[in-house]
């Protein structure tokens, strides 16, 4: 990543909470986050960070609190006074969201192509053989082979699935993607593979990330900042190698310390 | 005006693990390194040169005191600004070398070596052809280039480290032994750029236990033992 002077962040979070009725889900979160950055939000299962990553990506409407961001045009809009059309329309387009279960982020049923191909056509592409050039290069991208694309995801494995997702997620050229636990359900040298395409493509692509994991090694590969979550709070942030390197919280060192060595 | 200047720096550790017991380290580390100039920090094992460096680099977080690196015509307190200004004064302004490689899955020696130009936005060309240039100076067989060095034997790993921290030409440098397990050869090359490096401007902290190499690159030594707080 690269640093301009006085840039504006591309998103802002402002004491962002979130009660499921009177169960708190997330709780008082602030945060910058800057084009090109990458942010990971690591915690354990319960402890706020997919609440968190809903309400920043518009999925769910904030108890209290308001989410900021940056449109292309340079204004800042509060995501919550957009329309729902509008809102939608960035997370077609602008946004990307990979969930760890790929057959959630997903068309099962529809070839690899035709699940590239709809999030060009959600912006206006019409033509065919250019929507089959822009979805074949982007297979290309993510390392599956060209003659799978009139396949469904159906009979991928589950590694080519999560590519697949995130190369439907990045052919908009997104400028701010969420990731659930990107690698959860996969095998080690799966993950090797799906991480270091990932760490290639955000930064040459320039592309802000959230990314919610509960794998500290994760974090440390993919992310610059790093955010950590317990009981719905945000109880310690900072560069992603000085909290893992030097933590503070009680909880943050038992998770840091939790590690197994390979 | 100095180029990095540490004034009143401390530093304690807590371990809620273990009741909350407090380690102090370090207090009141001051001292300046000028544009040229090598310092080498001395001291037995565990008085925290390591420490320091890190501190410095941003690595651990500063308790009190002053931490002030020059970028351009500005001076940066690392022990006080947030995080995104720390990026970017590690990315334009500061290296930082130790022994030891952070290997990625499937990225060659090559491109890791570039990585850092890559990311202060020289061509990618121009980046790689400068890589490989560094990796031959350092000796790295020519097969070995388009391989992750996971595989690679520690000496080469070494090397490659080194070639990566080294080629951005930042004017202030750390190194944490940069010749631990170097052969003779080798050691000579990095006595060579560190040299270099001075004459180009650099301001260097080194830690180097081999006291030939040391005398070859140091103007000053600081001995660390005067910071450490006793156990």
Redesign the interface.
């Known amino acids: 990543?690269?640093?301009a002077e006085n840039e504006q962040p591309l998103l802002v979070a402002e004491s962002l909470s979130k009660y499921y009725g009177h169960r708190l889900g997330c709780r008082d979160a602030s945060f910058e986050l800057?084009e090109g950055?990458v942010m990971a939000v690591v915690g354990e299962s319960g402890s706020g960070k997919s609440t968190l990553l809903q309400l920043l990506s518009g999925q769910i409407e904030p108890s209290a609190g308001r989410i900021l961001y940056r449109m292309r045009d340079g204004a800042n809009a509060d995501l919550w006074s957009l329309s729902e059309p509008m809102r939608r329309f960035l997370f077609r387009t602008d946004w990307g969201y990979v969930h760890q279960d790929p057959q959630h982020g997903l068309r099962m049923g529809v070839s690899a192509g035709g699940n590239v191909g709809e999030r060009l056509m959600a912006v206006g592409w019409r033509n065919y053989a250019d929507i089959r050039g822009a979805a074949a290069d982007w297979l290309a991208r993510v390392e599956i082979p060209e003659a799978r694309i009139d396949d469904t995801p159906r009979t991928y494995s589950g590694g080519m699935r999560q590519r697949l997702q995130i190369a439907r997620n990045l052919v908009t050229a997104p400028r701010l993607i969420f990731m659930d636990e990107p690698t959860g359900g996969l095998d080690v040298s799966v993950q090797?593979?799906l991480?270091?395409l990932l760490?290639r493509i955000v930064?040459e692509m320039r592309i802000a990330a959230i990314v919610v994991t509960h794998d500290l090694a994760v974090a440390r590969?993919l992310s610059?900042?790093i955010m950590v979550m317990k009981s719905g709070a945000v109880i310690e942030?900072?560069?992603t190698?000085?909290v893992l390197?030097?933590p503070?919280?009680?909880y943050t060192?038992?998770l840091v310390?939790s590690i197994l060595p390979a | 005006m100095h180029a990095l200047e540490l004034s009143g720096v401390t530093k304690t550790f807590t371990m809620h693990l273990q009741g909350g017991l407090r380690l102090p380290v370090l207090r009141d580390v001051s001292f300046s390194v000028a544009p040229g100039q090598c310092v080498a920090l001395t001291g037995p094992s565990g008085t925290g040169k390591s420490s320091i460096l890190k501190l410095i680099y941003g690595n651990y977080r500063c308790d009190e005191g002053h931490i002030l690196v020059r970028q351009g015509e500005t001076a940066v307190d690392i022990a006080a600004v947030p995080p995104r200004q720390i990026l970017s004064v590690r990315q334009n302004a500061l290296g930082y070398v130790t022994q030891f490689l952070r290997a990625v899955p499937r990225v060659s020696a090559l491109d890791i070596v570039a990585e850092p130009l890559v990311m202060k936005a020289v061509p990618r060309e121009d980046a790689t052809a400068r890589a490989a240039a560094m990796l031959k100076r350092f000796n790295v067989p020519e097969r070995l280039w388009s391989l992750p060095p996971a595989t690679f034997s520690g000496g080469e790993q070494q090397r490659i480290n080194l070639a990566r921290g080294l080629l951005p030409e930042h004017p202030v440098l750390l190194l944490d032994e940069p010749t631990a397990s170097l052969d003779a050869n080798n050691r000579a090359v990095v006595i060579d750029i560190v040299r270099e490096r001075k004459r180009q401007g650099a301001a260097i902290v080194a830690i180097v236990h081999d006291d030939e190499v040391r005398e070859a690159i140091s103007d000053t030594n600081v001995d660390v033992t005067k910071f450490a707080v006793a156990a």
Do not use: W
Request: without cysteine.
């Open positions: 990543m690269s640093f800057y950055e090797a593979r991480l270091d760490r930064s590969l610059n900042r942030t900072g560069l190698d000085q390197d030097d503070h919280e009680p060192q038992l310390s």
